[in-house]
């Protein structure tokens, strides 16, 4: 049996393909194009995933897109008939696309398929899951459970903008879902907007942003009663009513009616390149702090519906990793399980699961190892030759390794000499994060290594925190966890007694004030509230990360490393060898190394366009 899922049209198209129930690949667009959650057909996604799996259209059982675009159309149509005659240009506005494209959506992906190489229209079948179905297949059917609950929270998929179901064996059902316009991510991402960040681009900012608030602040209490007597009605099994009357994303253009925020929580909205002040912060502590609430009453009516001691999790909001981290520690289930690629992109991935199991009724192997996601390392490899033809084409001196032993060792010297190393291998990862093959790493000890990579490498808002790369084995050794979060997608705190004193009134310091104060003997990971999201690296996912960290540890005697996605602001995460060098001339890195390769910046070609990349990439 083999399948092509694909997820487009919205934000972070992406492809996956099944051949004979095995998952051989998976890739979102913009790493292909260069654009940041790329909406378009993923034409250079479905072409790599094709290639890597050896077959062509006309050997693909099905073709699984993934969502229902006919029930998103009438959701459109009925939002507007009740919201009218509010928001007729917005209508208007979107009536000619919804013509054009998306009500002719089988004939618009026979058209793109066909760009790609030519096969028989008349014996293709196409297949549309519903939006939240390929959410809870993306996180249920690569989990190592045989029986889970499963939880979905987003934005909006037709209908349904959250979702508990029950995975058993191979089947799915949906128990409960709430619907447009009442969602958790809406609401979130209202609150992004409104903070001046980028809707579905920004919100991870948000949740950065919250710890720096004053959890003593009176302000907390009057922002939380401000969101549920006028925002929000929540319900005990964390179901929720937004009034209408505040937001304006139903119908309109913004997410929000600036007017009535402002008016609501006492200051304007925040341009994006504003200075972040007090209120800011303490707001954005809010929302994150209702959202958790929300999440923990959806887990535990979740527990309550299916009796399951499992949870599975998908869905824009399970990249929430504070959420999760509560979830996680609240004990409702024995263990979770979050899909890496969360979001939209792998829908493409759960489109081609729910077609397998649940259209074509092929039963499910449970994983036996970690879980059916291979680390997530499901993207583009790269060859020595590619790496020497990028060093040919920029004229760029490079120190070949015949033994990785010797990188390794090497590497680690120049990391705990406090440089920052671009580190490039394997497969590129799928998903949002970068887990140690398309990463920029630093010593986590270094007091102004989470400085210098922001506003030297980055070129992003400094109160933004960086994410330790920890041995599976040691993970207790430096936080209060003991289990395991290969992707990235949970906060544990750092354990006590790595911690250092803060001052009596750190609470109320300046924005910038907080962010330098030491606060751990691993300063560069310790976010201000003495959280880190986690990575834990597992020597048989990635041996090759697992062994850096291992050489690291020989030469400090840590076992973790500074981990950030190699890419600066507003760029998707590189892909290509040629893109790993391109993103470390335009910036202040300090050596590269791309396969067995070693590029010492000192020793490049002299790089003409540093300042490029800001013209290139629009700022997120």
């Not at 509230?529 to 990635?542: K, Y």
């Amino acid at each position: 049996m083999n399948i092509l899922g694909i997820s487009a049209y919205y934000h972070d198209s992406a492809a996956a393909i099944l051949r004979d129930g095995h998952l051989i690949a998976a890739a979102q667009e913009e790493r292909f194009t260069r654009k940041k959650h790329d909406p378009g057909f993923p034409t250079n996604a479905v072409r790599f995933c094709l290639e890597e799996a050896g077959l062509t259209l006309d050997q693909l059982d099905a073709v699984a897109f993934y969502d229902k675009p006919l029930l998103k159309f009438e959701r459109l149509l009925e939002t507007y008939y009740a919201f009218a005659p509010r928001g007729l240009r917005s209508f208007w506005a979107g009536m000619p696309v919804w013509l054009r494209e998306k009500m002719f959506l089988k004939r618009a992906l026979r058209e793109e398929l066909g760009k790609i190489m030519p096969f028989d229209r008349r014996k293709l079948r196409l297949l549309f899951p519903e939006h939240h179905l390929s959410h809870a297949a993306s996180a249920f059917y690569p989990a190592p459970f045989e029986e889970a609950a499963i939880l979905t929270v987003d934005g909006v998929g037709e209908w349904a903008t959250a979702s508990i179901c029950h995975g058993k064996g191979k089947e799915i059902s949906i128990l409960k879902e709430l619907r447009f316009p009442h969602s958790l991510g809406l609401l979130y991402s209202a609150f992004t907007y409104f903070l001046g960040f980028r809707v579905n681009s920004g919100e991870y900012k948000l949740m950065g942003l919250a710890p720096y608030g004053n959890p003593h602040s009176p302000d907390i209490a009057r922002y939380l009663d401000t969101i549920r007597t006028e925002l929000v009605d929540l319900r005990p099994d964390g179901s929720l009513w937004l009034n209408q009357r505040y937001f304006d994303y139903a119908t309109g253009l913004r997410m929000v009616r600036d007017a009535d925020w402002e008016r609501l929580f006492g200051f304007p909205k925040r341009k994006p390149e504003d200075a972040l002040e007090a209120h800011h912060c303490n707001l954005g502590l809010a929302i994150q702090q209702f959202t958790e609430e929300v999440v923990l009453r959806m887990a535990r009516e979740a527990q309550r519906l299916t009796g399951a001691r499992n949870l599975c999790l998908a869905g824009g909001v399970a990249l929430n990793c504070v959420a999760n981290g509560k979830i996680q520690q609240a004990g409702i289930f024995d263990q979770v399980f979050i899909q890496p690629a969360a979001g939209d992109a792998g829908g493409s991935l759960g489109a081609t699961l729910a077609a397998e199991h649940i259209f074509f009724q092929k039963d499910r192997p449970v994983p036996a190892q970690l879980d059916g996601m291979q680390g997530s390392y499901l993207g583009p490899a790269f060859s020595d030759l590619e790496v020497q033809r990028v060093a040919r084409k920029y004229g760029a001196p490079c120190r070949h390794f015949d033994r990785f032993d010797d990188l390794a060792t090497e590497t680690a010297a120049l990391l705990a000499a406090g440089n920052v190393v671009g580190w490039v291998q394997g497969r590129m990862e799928f998903g949002p994060r970068a887990l140690g093959n398309r990463s920029i790493l630093g010593d986590p000890r270094n007091a102004e290594m989470q400085k210098k990579l922001n506003l030297k490498i980055k070129y992003r808002e400094s109160f933004r925190p960086f994410a330790p790369s920890v041995q599976a084995e040691r993970v207790a050794e430096y936080f209060d966890y003991a289990g395991i979060s290969p992707y990235m997608l949970l906060v544990h705190p750092v354990r006590a007694e790595r911690r250092l004193p803060l001052p009596a009134n750190y609470d109320t310091l300046p924005v910038r004030d907080k962010l330098y104060h030491l606060r751990s003997d691993l300063p560069s990971i310790t976010h201000i509230d003495f959280s880190a999201r986690i990575q834990t690296v597992h020597r048989e996912t990635n041996p090759r990360y697992w062994s850096l960290i291992e050489a690291f540890r020989q030469k400090t005697g840590v076992a973790v490393v500074v981990n950030t996605s190699f890419n600066v602001r507003g760029e998707p995460i590189v892909c290509t060898p040629e893109d790993a060098y391109r993103c470390f001339m335009r910036t202040e890195m300090d050596y590269l190394v791309v396969g067995d390769y070693l590029f010492d910046k000192k020793n490049q070609p002299e790089w003409k366009e540093r300042d490029g990349w800001k013209e290139e990439f629009v700022l997120d």
